[in-house]
């Protein structure tokens, strides 16, 4: 009889684990645009899972605009995933929250399972060439000192 492991997690169908590479999967804006996800490689990304329903989601997307207007498409991109079920409250909650940088709303949970967004908000962090380097549940401050040196390291890169 064999010993099962001290601890046990369930994985998302098809979830992609830190240190493996994120398979291209259709991106499709708020604005009836459309872009895949290797159209992202080249540069290290940021990609946030979140809905508008949820409030630590809603309260840490101030300081990931932030982060974008400081440092997105410089030194890396940030781009925001919805698992919302209605486009028209995520649309509306992005407005009021003045975010500019670029969104996307999941269809048939493709990136939500993909990503490993059994709760949110996740934060992942994957390098230029799609590599899942990081994964962060939960809500955080995405502009503060701690922050920055994190991702800094993450993507070996001085913010």
């Not at 601890?7 to 499709?28: C, H, Q, S």
């Not at 000192?145 to 070996?156: N, S, V």
Request: proline residues 4%; glycine residues 10%.
């Amino acid at each position: 009889m064999s010993a099962l492991p001290a601890t046990a997690f369930a994985k998302t169908p098809g979830e992609v684990d830190v240190g493996g590479v994120l398979r291209d999967a259709p991106l499709y804006g708020f604005a009836g645009d459309y872009r895949k996800l290797s159209e992202l490689r080249g540069k290290p990304l940021i990609i946030n899972v979140w809905a508008s329903w949820c409030g630590p989601c809603r309260a840490e997307m101030g300081s990931l605009e932030r982060l974008s207007r400081r440092f997105g498409g410089k030194q890396f991109n940030i781009i925001g995933v919805s698992t919302d079920d209605d486009a028209r409250a995520a649309a509306a909650f992005l407005q009021q929250a003045q975010v500019t940088f670029d969104n996307y709303l999941d269809r048939n949970m493709l990136l939500e399972h993909m990503l490993g967004a059994d709760t949110i908000p996740l934060t992942i962090l994957v390098d230029a060439r799609g590599r899942v380097l990081r994964k962060f549940h939960g809500s955080r401050q995405w502009d503060s000192p701690e922050a920055l040196e994190l991702i800094g390291k993450a993507f070996r890169k001085k913010l």
